[in-house]
C-alpha cells in the first residue's frame, strides 16, 4: 500500500491533467467564451483576461502570463484589469517577495458578479424614479421611465430570492473542488 495521500494522489491527477491538455483547444475555448461575453456586452480584451484566468487552475495569473497566454500587449492587458477590477470580477495581489501583481479571480466570481449587481440596480432605479419625477410619470417619457424603475426594482427583489436558492442548491451539488484556486 502507497504512503501517498489522498491530497497528493488529486494533486498529482490535477497536474497529470493540466499536461495532457491540448494548448490549443484551451486557446480555442478562452477565444470562444471570450467571443460570447463580448457579445454580451464586456469589452473584447477584458473578456479575453477573464476567460484566461476563469480557465487557469488557479485562476490567477501576472500581467507577463496572461500577455503570452493571449499573445497581446503588457499595455492591452492593463486597461482590461482595470476594467475588471473596476466591476470587482478581479483582484490584484502582490506576489511574495516580489514587485509583480498578480490577478486573481475572486472567489465564487458568479455568485460575487451577480450579487454586486444590486447596488447597481438600486442606483439606477432611484435615479430613473428621480427622472421620471422630473419628466412627469403620465407623460410618455415618464412613463417609460417609471416603468423601467419598476423592472429594475423587481429584477432586484428576484434577484436576491434567486441567489438564496442558488445558494441551498449549490450545498446539493457534486462537483469537484478546485483545489489550489480560489475562483469560480
Known amino acids: 500500500m502507497s504512503s501517498e495521500t489522498a491530497d497528493t494522489r488529486e494533486a498529482n491527477a490535477a497536474a497529470q491533467g493540466r499536461e495532457a491538455r491540448d494548448a490549443e483547444a484551451v486557446a480555442r475555448f478562452v477565444e470562444r467564451f471570450a467571443s460570447e461575453m463580448t457579445e454580451a456586452g464586456m469589452q473584447r480584451m477584458a473578456s479575453r483576461v477573464f476567460a484566461a484566468l476563469l480557465a487557469d487552475d488557479d485562476a490567477s495569473m501576472t500581467s507577463a502570463e496572461l500577455a503570452l497566454a493571449l499573445q497581446i500587449s503588457p499595455a492591452a492587458v492593463s486597461g482590461a484589469i482595470n476594467y475588471l477590477t473596476q466591476v470587482s470580477m478581479v483582484g490584484r495581489e502582490r506576489d511574495p517577495g516580489s514587485?509583480?501583481?498578480?490577478?486573481?479571480?475572486?472567489?465564487?466570481?458568479?455568485?460575487?458578479?451577480?450579487?454586486?449587481?444590486?447596488?447597481?440596480?438600486?442606483?439606477?432605479?432611484?435615479?430613473?424614479?428621480?427622472?421620471?419625477?422630473?419628466?412627469?410619470?403620465?407623460?410618455?417619457?415618464?412613463?417609460?421611465?417609471?416603468?423601467?424603475?419598476?423592472?429594475f426594482e423587481f429584477m432586484q427583489s428576484e434577484l436576491g430570492a434567486m441567489m438564496d436558492r442558488w445558494e441551498e442548491h449549490r450545498k446539493t451539488l457534486d462537483l469537484p473542488t478546485a483545489e489550489g484556486s480560489r475562483g469560480a
Do not use: C, K, Q
Open 99 to 151: 514587485r509583480r501583481d498578480r490577478y486573481r479571480l475572486h472567489n465564487e466570481i458568479w455568485y460575487t458578479t451577480f450579487a454586486s449587481r444590486d447596488r447597481v440596480l438600486t442606483r439606477w432605479e432611484n435615479t430613473l424614479r428621480d427622472g421620471a419625477r422630473t419628466l412627469g410619470e403620465h407623460t410618455p417619457a415618464g412613463a417609460r421611465i417609471a416603468e423601467t424603475a419598476a423592472f
